[in-house]
């Protein structure tokens, strides 16, 4: 019914950029919240940023200053722009979404597939 669809990940070096995209199809009503993941070899799935349908925004103490989340003008996108990586950004990072389904009473969270980041010189 819904599909969430990352890209945007690959190879970079400390200190480096990334945009990750996220894209949800499907029927779709309405999305309200939308977050990014990460999970790191080893290590639980963590929350790195997290935006409202209004355009609020919260971030991990790990990421404050250097990421931003944002949502796309039709609002079933969302990106996460990533500066002044280091190494231990290194993580596979997911797409989430809280989604209102047409047909259904309450929404819904779909996850993406993932895309894998690697910080490394």
């Known amino acids: 019914q819904v599909q969430l669809v990352e890209s945007g990940g690959g190879l970079v070096q400390p200190g480096g950029s990334l945009r990750l995209s996220c894209a949800a199809s499907?029927?779709?009503?309405?999305?309200?919240?939308m977050r990014w993941y990460r999970q790191a070899p080893g290590k639980q799935r963590e929350l790195v940023a997290h935006i409202t349908s209004g355009g609020s925004t919260n971030y991990a103490d790990s990421v404050k200053g250097r990421f931003t989340i944002s949502r796309g003008n039709a609002k079933n996108t969302v990106y996460l722009q990533m500066n002044s990586l280091k190494p231990e950004d290194t993580a596979v990072y997911y797409c989430?979404?809280?989604?209102?389904?047409?047909?259904?009473?309450?929404?819904?969270?779909?996850w993406g597939q993932g895309t894998q980041v690697t910080v490394s010189s």
């Open positions: 989430s979404a809280s989604v209102w389904v047409v047909g259904r009473l309450q929404a819904y969270d779909y």
């Open positions: 499907g029927s779709i009503r309405s999305i309200n919240a």
